[in-house]
């Protein structure tokens, strides 16, 4: 398999259900990150992982834990979330994070995510 | 605050010039990016842009203006397969990317 692979591609959840969207990078990158999309809105970015290190967390509600076991997987794991989590989440990587071409992101397709 | 703002729709002809404009007001600029993302894909990188000027790469060029923090993104002989929302970052000063909400740009034929 080549560049990044995440799965579930759809996620139906309950509010007290316990999930986890994994997200694996084949591109050798040192970094890697959650994003969430809501439509018409800019990309949130949630997490970074810089060498297996969170370097970034912006205020994203406990219910979203992030899990960076290895540079090459990441986890989002979702405990008693609301339905306004409902959105794609979209995980990337790239080779660093500080400047020019360390930061330009190769994104996987992205879980759909549906909270009930 | 920082802000991005690009066109939220656009819809063009098969065949025919599309510009896609982004506008940008943030701390600092460490260059800006734009994405393609077609419907239910991962968004793929099409350019980079850190000094002023026009980056071409075949039928889609990049333009930037930092004096007037300006974007734009010029696509040539669309395509069907160009049907897409196009998304403008800007890397900040604290190597941050601040990205707008993107246009979805529709080609009709």
């Known amino acids: 398999e080549t560049g990044v692979t995440q799965t579930p591609r759809h996620l139906v959840m309950g509010m007290t259900n316990k999930k986890s969207l994994k997200c694996e990078q084949h591109?050798?990158?040192?970094?890697m990150y959650w994003y969430k999309q809501s439509a018409k809105k800019p990309l949130e970015l949630m997490f970074v992982?810089?060498?297996?290190?969170?370097?970034e967390n912006n205020s994203v509600p406990s219910r979203f834990s992030p899990e960076c076991p290895n540079s090459s997987h990441l986890f989002l794991h979702l405990h008693t979330l609301q339905p306004e989590d409902s959105a794609l989440y979209l995980c990337?990587?790239?080779?660093?994070?500080?400047?020019?071409?360390?930061?330009?992101?190769?994104f996987g397709a992205g879980s759909r995510l549906t909270v009930l | 605050g920082q802000n991005i703002d690009q066109p939220t729709e656009m819809t063009a002809t098969e065949g025919a010039i599309v510009q896609i404009n982004c506008t940008y007001q943030?701390?600092?600029?460490?260059?800006l990016f734009w994405y393609q993302q077609h419907a239910g894909e991962a968004p793929t990188f099409l350019s980079y842009?850190?000094l002023d000027g026009l980056e071409e790469k075949g039928r889609f060029s990049s333009f930037l203006s930092r004096s007037k923090g300006y974007s734009y993104l010029l696509l040539k002989e669309l395509q069907m397969k160009d049907s897409a929302s196009y998304l403008c970052?800007?890397?900040?000063?604290?190597?941050?990317?601040?990205w707008g909400a993107g246009t979805k740009l529709i080609i009709k034929p």
């Open positions: 990337a990587s790239s080779q660093g994070t500080g400047g020019s071409g360390a930061n330009v992101l190769t």
């Open positions: 591109l050798g990158h040192n970094a």
């Open positions: 992982y810089s060498l297996e290190e969170r370097v």
């Open positions: 943030t701390s600092g600029f460490n260059g």
């Open positions: 842009n850190v």
């Open positions: 970052a800007v890397l900040d000063s604290n190597y941050q990317l601040i």
